[in-house]
């Protein structure tokens, strides 16, 4: 099974889990519990823009949940915002008014719905970090995943706004 997390469309061959219901979504759940999914049961997961509106309290478990249900040498692709890449563009001294409110929001979050809250920032260091101390292997920076036309390659101004990053389970020895 391939996993899709933060489902907004359905696309074949994917199982989509969601806060939200909706016609898209196969499973409705939070991402902090895939309980519901046997050990070693999914190949990917594909999760963009979600882990930033995961608290810093709940980040380990989390993950080590999407490193639990992966199967050997199974991937995960997380795409989240990129802190480094929105400060370097929030600090540019020519954004004025609206789109300096605009990059605020893609920091924090549009805070539209109490699951629009971004409660962490990640950088390519921070992340790689927490996925390492949640088992994964092998982490890499892409440019794009090759997927889907989603959040994971947004720009701003021309400048891609988005830290994607793939990861491996390593198999059993």
């Known amino acids: 099974m391939k996993l899709l997390i933060g489902a907004r469309d359905k696309y074949p061959g994917w199982e989509t889990l969601d806060i939200e219901p909706g016609p898209e979504v196969d499973h409705v759940g939070d991402c902090r519990d895939l309980s519901r999914f046997a050990d ?93 101390q949640a088992g994964f292997r092998d982490m890499a920076r892409v440019v794009d995943f090759g997927l889907f036309d989603d959040t994971s390659v947004t720009k701003f101004h021309g400048v891609a706004i988005s830290l994607n990053v793939t990861a491996r389970k390593a198999g059993a020895d």
């Open 40 to 132: 070693g049961a999914v190949e990917t997961i594909y999760a963009s823009h979600v882990l930033e509106h995961v608290a810093f309290a709940d980040i380990a478990a989390t993950l080590r949940g999407w490193h639990r249900v992966l199967a050997d040498d199974g991937t995960v692709m997380i795409s989240v915002p990129d802190l480094n890449i929105l400060s370097q563009i929030y600090l540019s001294p020519q954004l004025q008014g609206e789109e300096k409110f605009k990059v605020v929001t893609m920091i924090f979050g549009g805070q539209s719905d109490p699951h629009d809250f971004h409660y962490m920032g990640y950088d390519l260091e921070t992340l790689a970090f927490c996925l390492y």
